[in-house]
């Protein structure tokens, strides 16, 4: 129908112009090199009048006379040109132009293949992190948008990949393994990602099957690249939610280069629009910085050190939330006395020694140390009423009856130091079909922790819980422990990649060993890993690969500390092997390059450890008494879905289950049953991300970049009902918290470009480049729920089912300003 008005216009349009006298403009479009440029807007501006150049840069335009008329010459990958014409009646006006690239507007897409053609290991682009909508690290939020890798936290940085907790991610920077803090319980705390964006030059992620140089966890690796500055330039951003600033450099002689990163973030504004209100004093700073001189060509020596200091100090005063159903829907209400303030600062430094004596020949020794300093303190009094309101109809909102009446003391002074140190070598060789790769290091664990935490409820006038018999109270919870561990590790590996063709397909066997040794639970493992990859010579631009190997998570510490504080050192590695197939398929569509990428997994798991999860908080049972599996299929369309940006949309379908041999309930016959299968925390079925760019046609300085998430409800427990406790009273429910929604969108104008002359007086004179963005974080504003805070009314009467899990919600609809210039 919208032909048939458009049909109508124009006719309507003809006949009031047809006494007018015309006239006609026309000419040739070209480049610098001077090519014609096919596809350039020619366009009357405050008109609907205009046209696009052809194949051979030319352009026609009749028009009526008026005047006067600005015509707009743009493209999307050259300066726009604009200028006046006062046209007579009858003329021909010839108009030739010679665009100018521009480079600063709008980077070229290039839509690959796999870097190496090997394996599941992928790379990412960083520009797409520069732009994407964020309240956190824009890393982080670019790897939430892939296919297997889900986060219903957009407060943290943390992230599961195909059924895995965070503690299965391996996460490398320049070679050096991470860690984050480990007694970290909610994503409020957490404050910086380890990683500066701004000072990385490239992204390679791989969510399972990954090849034996990268070490041994259960599910995915980012390998981190800070880079190498080839000449002096800065980046400075500032937002509502803090500020970066990036400097980078190299000497007269090109031998030592440098680059540093200092960051500065505060959530206050975040957290002040939160449904728990009071004093939030969270600050969040580190500083970063890779130093690099090159002896001659063969020989040069790197540090890399980063130091970072969060400190979350927050006074709650009361907290209101609603919650239920439509038909019935009750409130709580808290208010609270004392304090939370805790501490977290780490620090890393490493020192790399590379060699290339010849062109297929690389060696690196690396040393390096982590250091971590973690304090948890607080003491709060929580006094609550839970109230029903009637159905979500009634607009009084007034109580018609109360529930409940209790209070919580909760109390921590939680203490914990570690430090790794580790010496690694790591070469490679390049022998014509052969690519070898070996690699051994040593590894230093020492930790001190003291743990000592408690909580107690009061409902009604009774503590929880109690033995009836007795009349002995007890804490609701109660940790008390001193650990101190010291752990080596030494792990090698050996790896060949092979290439050759049979017929005219090319074939690749990447295939490797590792071995792993533990002193603290005296275990050794033996790791075999491969892929096969196939490049048909199809006219269509298939890969596609097999990868299949053992992956065992040797223990740490999270994993040996049960939820009473004590280690386990008897524990053991959990288990898996990944299975996965999948293909690459780079095509064309309207004239634009795309990339679809299919993969389906099977991951066999055993000598599990289960654990729970509230927050980013994850508990351990300390016992290796589960196994399970993990199965899925992962799907992503990317490509120039707008001509000149890239943008993608991926899809997940993800089941993951455990079984735990000394888990039984009590049936209606009172006999014991196995518990079997039941969802594990990370059991999310279908994840979907969507990452869009797009622009203004007629100025591409005006930019849209839109970031949609949905991931169906994760497994929950009862607080009475953990997944290590040995038996159950009648068969557990498991339930599920709702669907995370997320749609985060920026808009940003180009207020400075690189080969644009400005004013003396402009302050964006000493910049390159410039930009302003204001972001809409969580658009739709949807109350999305992180976890459950689980109370108890005066036991299960009739009228109320005696629990009420009252949800606990993420950060509602806000606005952040960001200011970015480069120079």
């Known amino acids: 129908m919208k032909y048939w008005f458009v049909y109508i216009g124009l006719l309507f349009s003809l006949a009031i112009v047809k006494s007018q006298d015309r006239f006609v403009i026309y000419g040739t479009v070209h480049d610098e090199e001077g090519q014609p440029v096919e596809g350039v807007n020619v366009v009357f501006m405050g008109t609907r009048i205009g046209t696009s150049t052809d194949k051979s840069g030319y352009y026609e335009i009749s028009a009526p006379v008026a005047n006067e008329y600005k015509v707009l010459v743009s493209h999307i990958s050259y300066d726009p040109v604009m200028f006046k014409i006062n046209p007579l009646p009858g003329q021909k006006i010839r108009s030739d132009h010679v665009l100018r690239r521009d480079t600063a507007i709008l980077d070229n897409v290039v839509v690959s293949g796999r870097t190496e053609l090997t394996g599941t290991v992928q790379r990412l682009e960083m520009k797409n992190v520069e732009t994407i909508p964020t309240s956190g690290s824009g890393v982080e939020t670019l790897l939430k948008t892939l296919p297997g890798v889900s986060s219903n936290n957009e407060m943290s940085s943390q992230y599961n990949v195909r059924g895995g907790s965070f503690d299965e991610n391996l996460v490398y920077v320049n070679d050096v393994e991470v860690y984050r803090p480990f007694l970290i319980r909610s994503g409020l705390q957490e404050g910086l990602s380890f990683i500066n964006s701004d000072m990385v030059e490239s992204l390679r992620f791989s969510a399972g099957g990954f090849d034996v140089t990268y070490g041994d966890r259960m599910s995915s690796v980012l390998d981190i690249r800070y880079r190498r500055p080839a000449a002096f330039s800065g980046n400075a951003s500032a937002s509502l939610l803090g500020g970066n600033l990036t400097l980078e450099g190299i000497s007269g002689n090109k031998k030592f280069t440098w680059i540093g990163g200092l960051r500065y973030k505060t959530n206050q504004y975040l957290l002040g629009h939160m449904d728990t209100h009071g004093e939030y004093k969270p600050v969040f700073a580190d500083v970063q910085t890779l130093l690099t001189y090159a002896f001659n060509e063969k020989w040069d020596l790197s540090f890399f050190g980063t130091f970072s200091q969060n400190r979350y100090r927050f006074i709650p005063e009361y907290k209101e939330t609603k919650f239920g159903s439509i038909s019935q829907v009750y409130q709580l209400k808290i208010y609270y006395d004392g304090q939370e303030d805790d501490r977290f600062n780490t620090g890393v430094g490493a020192l790399t020694l590379h060699c290339q004596p010849a062109e297929n020949f690389s060696m690196k020794w690396i040393a390096s140390a982590f250091s971590s300093s973690e304090r948890e303190t607080f003491d709060l009094l929580g006094q609550y009423w839970i109230n029903e309101l009637g159905n979500a109809f009634d607009q009084k ?427």
Not at 694 to 721: A, I
Not at 787 to 812: D, E, F, I
């Open 397 to 823: 909102n007034d109580s018609i009856a109360a529930i409940g009446v209790g209070s919580f003391l909760m109390h921590a002074r939680n203490r914990l130091y570690a430090n790794v140190f580790s010496l690694s070598h790591k070469a490679w060789y390049d022998l014509d079909v052969h690519k070898i790769r070996w690699g051994i290091s040593w590894q230093k664990e020492l930790l001190n922790d003291r743990l000592d935490e408690w909580t107690m409820i009061d409902s009604a006038g009774y503590s929880i819980p109690v033995d009836t018999a007795t009349g002995i109270i007890s804490m609701y919870e109660v940790g008390q422990a001193t650990n101190v561990v010291e752990n080596d590790r030494v792990q090698a590996y050996l790896q060949d990649n092979i290439r050759w063709y049979a017929g005219s397909s090319l074939l690749i066997l990447n295939a490797g060993v590792r071995t792993h040794y533990t002193s603290y639970t005296h275990e050794f493992a033996v790791i075999p890993r491969a892929s096969l990859s196939v490049k048909p010579s199809w006219k269509k631009d298939w890969l596609f690969y097999l990868s299949s190997g053992y992956y065992p998570q040797m223990p740490f510490f999270r994993e040996m500390r049960d939820p009473d504080g004590n280690i386990n050192s008897r524990l053991r590695s959990q288990k898996s092997v990944h299975f996965v197939l999948g293909g690459d398929y780079n095509f064309m569509a309207w004239n634009k390059p795309f990339k679809l990428t299919i993969e389906t997994y099977y991951k066999h798991l055993w000598d599990m450890v289960p654990y729970k999860v509230e927050n980013v908080r994850i508990q351990y049972a300390a016992e290796n008494v589960a196994r399970g599996y993990a199965a899925g299929l992962d799907v992503k369309v990317n490509g120039e879905f707008i001509k000149g940006t890239e943008s993608w949309v991926s899809f997940s379908l993800m089941q993951t289950r455990e079984r735990n041999s000394g888990l039984y309930y009590t049936g209606t016959d009172g006999s014991l049953h196995p518990l079997g299968y039941y969802p594990r925390p990370s059991d999310q079925l279908v994840h979907v991300g969507i990452f869009l760019q797009d622009y203004l046609p007629t100025n591409p300085s005006y930019r849209v970049h839109l970031m949609m998430v949905f991931g169906s409800g994760l497994p929950v427990n009862h607080p009475f009902r953990n997944h290590y406790e040995p038996y159950f009273s009648g068969k557990p429910d498991f339930y599920r918290l709702p669907p995370y929604r997320r749609v985060d969108v920026g808009l940003s104008k180009v207020i400075k470009r690189e080969d644009k002359a400005i004013s003396a007086k402009n302050p964006l004179r000493f910049f390159k480049q410039a930009w302003i963005t204001l972001e809409l974080l969580n658009m739709l504003n949807i109350e999305n729920t992180v976890s459950y805070m689980w109370l108890r009314t005066v036991g299960y009467q009739s009228v109320n089912p005696g629990w009420y899990a009252v949800p606990n919600y993420l950060t509602p609809r806000l606005l952040n300003l960001k200011l970015t210039c480069k120079f």
